[in-house]
């Protein structure tokens, strides 16, 4: 490989480490700003200090477990939520990601699970390196009683589909799955993005099995990092953009490949077996680009439809 | 604009599109621009072609990071008409400098074949900046990503140049050996 080749490819690295070096973005400094009557307050993760373990009290009151701690933390646009899962020993491999700031944005909804924030957020954020999904979250005056409490990342989950430009939209009375029936067929509900791509059968069987990274598990995918994928060659599946995270419905197969669970007029997966997937499928919901929003405007639709769906990381 | 009104504008087809990313964006591409082309008049060309580029790709892409979107559009575009330059013997720049510097992550050669495959590169590279620590890696993308000159990331960081200087070159030192254990030889 050429340098130049390396400078290229570094081009393609994960976008939150491109927008988290943009000029302009420095690295934080911890800032307090005074309390006002305000709807929600959110804690965010800032400069990284030293652990101290145990440390001595002193200051605002402590706090007393994980109910205490904050309702919700921010990081990286993420939302993660305190449930009270409660951690008495802190697990190895844990990376501190930072102290926890105290930042008040007036006017701003909290989600209804989160609850009110302690005065006082005075501690630490720490994570698992390469799993965004979960963060641990420690009072710098915590007694004994309590290491820690995890906070969970749940997000709904944006999903888009394409509308027919010259068939029309769906059709009333032609069957069609809706998301809860695809979620009920699915084995397995996963994020994920290209790695490769090969034909199943050179001798041309038409189908080509793709191995995905998956970057999210939503349901059941275990310790799988990757999982592979087998789609009718013609289908049109992860045309868009090896770059593009998919979102998954997965059947499983007896030889340890999924094929997608789809949906289209008047075809349907029977009994875990993969039939056709359309080029004009108007409800490709197995490959579509997901977007996690801010502000909790989620949909889907058919014909304006629209449900709100939240599928919950593992 | 917030960006996902800017995206919106976009997907509307609506000629003010262009103009709310410029104003939003502009300069930021245009400074990704010129680190690598050294050229204020290249530069606004280039951010031009980005302009354009973003209204051929969206829709269909609805980018989850606007920032991120449009700087690699950018990036890209400096970087091919730097490659273009260069073939006419012309510039030189930050990019000149940062392919020296990367030319020593080069490691011993192993009885392996070389392996070029993007995703594989790509996600070495993912891993290798996620075990950095947060300033160190943001200074590594500074410097090679958007071609920063060390004495601005200096400035913005309150370091030290010779600081920044060693800690890019603990990085390419740790990438090297990131890249050599997938067997991976620049």
């Not at chain 1, 599946?237 to 998954?248: A, I, K």
């Not at chain 2, 104003?23 to 591409?29: E, F, P, T, V």
């Not at chain 2, 973003?54 to 690699?72: T, V």
């Not at chain 2, 300033?135 to 993308?141: I, N, S, T, Y």
């Amino acid at each position: 490989m050429t340098v130049e080749k390396l400078i290229d490819y570094f081009g393609d690295i994960d976008e939150r480490y491109i927008k988290e070096a943009a000029p302009g973005e420095r690295p934080a400094k911890k800032r307090w700003r005074a309390l006002a009557a305000v709807a929600a307050l959110a804690a965010v993760v800032t400069a990284c200090i030293p652990a101290l373990w145990g440390a001595a009290g002193g200051g605002p009151a402590a706090a007393d477990g994980p109910g205490d701690a904050p309702g919700y933390i921010r990081w990286h646009g993420r939302n993660y939520f305190n449930h009270g899962h409660a951690v008495y020993e802190m697990p190895e491999g844990l990376e501190l990601l930072g102290e926890v700031d105290q930042v008040v944005e007036e006017g701003r909804l909290i989600p209804e699970d989160a609850g009110d924030l302690s005065a006082n957020i005075d501690g630490y954020a720490y994570w698992f390196p390469g799993n965004d999904s979960l963060i641990v979250f420690r009072y710098k005056d915590w007694d004994s009683s309590y290491a820690a409490v995890e906070l969970g990342r749940k997000e709904p989950i944006l999903l888009m589909f394409r509308e027919l430009d010259e068939e029309g939209p769906h059709q009333p009375g032609q069957p069609y799955y809706t998301l809860p029936d695809l979620m009920a067929d699915s084995d397995m509900i996963v994020e994920g993005t290209v790695l490769q791509a090969e034909a199943a059968d050179p001798d041309g069987t038409g189908e080509v099995v793709y191995t995905l990274q998956i970057t999210q598990a939503f349901r059941r995918s275990g310790k799988m990092e990757t999982v592979q994928v087998r789609v009718p060659a013609d289908s049109g599946v992860f045309e868009t953009s090896r770059d593009d995270n998919y979102l998954l419905f997965l059947r499983g197969e007896a030889d340890g490949t999924f094929r997608p669970v789809s949906t289209s007029q008047g075809v349907y997966a029977i009994e875990g077996k993969f039939l056709h997937i359309p080029a004009n499928d108007p409800l490709r919901i197995c490959e579509m680009p997901i977007l996690h929003t801010e502000d909790n405007d989620f949909w889907y639709g058919v014909n304006d439809v629209r449900e709100e769906v939240v599928l919950s990381l593992m | 604009m917030e960006d996902g009104q800017i995206v919106e504008l976009y997907w509307a087809r609506s000629e003010r599109a262009i103009a709310e990313t410029d104003a939003r964006y502009g300069k930021y591409c245009c400074s990704i621009a010129y680190n690598i082309l050294s050229s204020t008049e290249d530069s606004a060309e280039c951010v031009n072609d980005t302009w354009l580029a973003a209204w051929r790709s969206m829709p269909p892409k609805r980018p989850s990071c606007l920032a991120a979107f449009l700087g690699k559009l950018t990036r890209n575009l400096a970087l091919n008409r730097w490659r273009s330059r260069r073939a006419e013997k012309r510039g030189g720049g930050q990019l000149t400098l940062a392919l020296e510097e990367l030319g020593g992550c080069a490691g011993a050669r192993n009885e392996m074949e070389d392996v070029e495959d993007r995703t594989l590169i790509v996600s070495v590279l993912d891993r290798f900046l996620a075990s950095l620590p947060k300033r160190d890696r943001m200074v590594f993308v500074r410097r090679y990503w958007y071609f920063s000159p060390v004495a601005e990331i200096a400035k913005d960081y309150g370091l030290s140049q010779s600081n920044v200087k060693m800690i890019l070159s603990r990085g390419r030192d740790r990438l090297r050996q990131a890249l050599e254990r997938e067997g991976v030889s620049v």
